[in-house]
């Protein structure tokens, strides 16, 4: 077993600025998730996305 770094564990670092930015251009009012939590939120489902609907 490897111990490098996935894909997504390389990638995740270089776009998080970009990710937030895109959040916060894209919340409308009431919205009840932080720019950062929508980030991690949408980390988590590409993370573990089988690449099924």
């Known amino acids: 077993m ?3 770094p996935s894909p997504t564990d ?3 670092p270089l776009v998080y600025g970009e990710l ?3 959040a916060r251009s894209v919340r409308g009012a009431g919205e009840t998730l932080n720019t950062t939590a ?3 939120e949408a980390d988590l489902k590409l993370v573990w996305s ?3 609907e």
Do not use: K, Y
């Open 10 to 12: 390389e990638v995740f």
């Open 2 to 4: 490897s111990n490098s």
């Open 38 to 40: 929508l980030v991690h």
């Open 20 to 22: 937030q930015r895109l």
């Open 50 to 52: 089988d690449g099924t």
